[in-house]
Structures are given as structure tokens and as C-alpha cells.
């Protein structure tokens, strides 16, 4: 493969397995006694569209934080990592702001980088290498749509460069901390020994400053919650009134994280065409959709340890509101 990307997967059974793992998740999670929709469904093109936009949000401090860690580190983030000979490895496509950071700082220092992204969105990667290949046109690029692991397996088998991952914006706070625990120990069983960690994570901080990230006024995040609800409209046949719904999320002491949820207005029923089922919601009746966990650094340096990565190290923004952290398989 030459510039470009591959598809390891055909993307006839990547699409078949997607769709019906959707259709299992909503009905096992519209089914339980407290409802649930899993957050990842919210990211097709509509929501990561939205999430892009609340990216740009003033009360959205995440990005900012985060891009001005890669900012003034870009350099010690490239000495770090070594001299050369390496794959930028990113988990998810993005809009490839922050990895321009970081492909900038390592191509001053290094001839030989080729950039990895995995996502199993074929539209995703192609939309981000159009983006970078102009801005970089001597890049070596290997994209790769399949998920993280088959797709990291498939390049440490392949090819005996270091690899330095991404993992970016505290999307691993997204997981619950079983699940947090699951990802990063498959994570490591699919590096090889010396390969690089950059991984993102939000601090736990005052519950004003947490509260008004996750409920912007523009209602943005609203409407990014709601796309789920959307979705399964578009591809489960649902007939959701998205009026009858509002959007509620609060910091939960006892669990570390923003809670988010859709809280139906009235008492309702809800048809899904394809699956075949009817729900029914009481009104006040909540829907959960999202889990925003929040680090301490113990917490951090805990979950490195227990899942086989080694601490190199913890970089913080100038508020100490987010760590990028640095670690060693």
C-alpha cells in the first residue's frame, strides 16, 4: 500500500456487524428496568459533526487544554519517543487539529514518520487524509478502517517500526472504569514492547466548571445527545419525537463523572419498526446516554500500573485541568 489506506475488513460485514450490534444494544438497553443507550451510537456522521462543533464551545475546556499541552510539549514529546523510524498511530480519525501538532513537532526532528490512523469509518479516514494530504505532502501514510486492535495487531506484525498511539481528548473516559481497565490491557496485549501511549485524560476540578462543559447554552450538547435518539429513527425505523424528550446532566459525586441523559417530558410510547418493539416511558423517565469520567492523578497512575504500562510521563496545562500522559508498553 502507498499513500492511501486499506481496508482490512470488507466493509459489507463491518457495516452488517455495526448495524446489528445497534439493534441489539437498543433493545437490551430500552428493555432494562433503567433505561440505557450506549454513547458510542452517537457518533455517526451527524453526531461527530455536532461533537466537532462542541469542540469550539467556550465552556468546552477539554480541547483547548489539551491542544495547548501538545503545544508547548511538541518538543519533548518528539525527544521522548526517540530518533526515527516510527508510526503515528491514532485511534479514532478526528479533524486532525491536534495531530497536526504533534506531526509537526516529530517531522522537524525525523525523516522517517508514517502516519497511522484507524477508524472503522471509511468516510472518516478519508475525509482526514484529504485534509492532511496537502498540508504534508511527503508524508507517508498507511490508513487503516478496521477497529483499533485488529488494526494495531495487523501493523506490529507488519512492520518491526515503533509505534507511538494516540489516544486523544479523554475518550478514555467515556469507558466505565471496568471498561477503562478491559481497553487498556487489550491496548497493551496488541503493542510491542518499547511502543509509545499518548493518552489523554480530564481532571477532576470544580463541579461548576465540570457542569457547564457538559450543558453549553447554545444547546449544543443537547442536540448531540438527542442524535441518538435520531439515529434510530434513520436506521431502526424508531418514530422518536425529539420534542418530547429534554436533555439533563449532572456531576455524580460517587462515581467520578458527568452523567447525561434524555428525560422523557410526557408518558409516551415509542415504536422501533425494526427490531420489532414498543417502549414505554413514564413522564420524568430518564434515558442514560452518557458517562463523562473524571481522573485524579493517583487514579492515573493506578490504571497504567494495573494494566502493564509503564509511566514515562504526566503533562499538564497551565490550569492543571487536563493531563496528556506518556506511557511505555
Known sequence: MKNGYM???PIETISGDLHNHFADDVRRGLSAES???PSKYIYD????NLFCSIMDLPEYYLTDCETEILRNKAGYISNAIGNGGLNLV???AGDGKKTKIILDGLLKKYDDVTYVPIDISEGAIHLLLAKLESEYPLLKVKGLVTDYFAGLCWLSDLDLSRNVVLFLGSNIGNFTPEEQTMFLKSLHASMNTGDYLLTGFDMVKD?????????DTEGITAR???NILERINRELDGNFDTGLFSYKSYWHHGEGAIKSYLVSRISQEVHIGALPMTCTFEAGEAVHTESSYKFTEKQILSLAESTGFTVEN???DS???FADCLWTA
Do not use: C, P, Q, T
Request: cysteine-free; charged content about 25%.
Open 90 to 92: 491514532e485511534l479514532g
Open 35 to 37: 433505561k440505557s443507550l
Open 207 to 215: 463541579i461548576d466548571i465540570l457542569e457547564r462543559a457538559y450543558n
Open 7 to 9: 481496508v482490512l475488513d
Open 224 to 226: 448531540f445527545n438527542m
Open 319 to 321: 490550569r492543571w485541568y
Open 45 to 48: 456522521d451527524a453526531g461527530s
Open 314 to 316: 504526566v503533562l499538564y
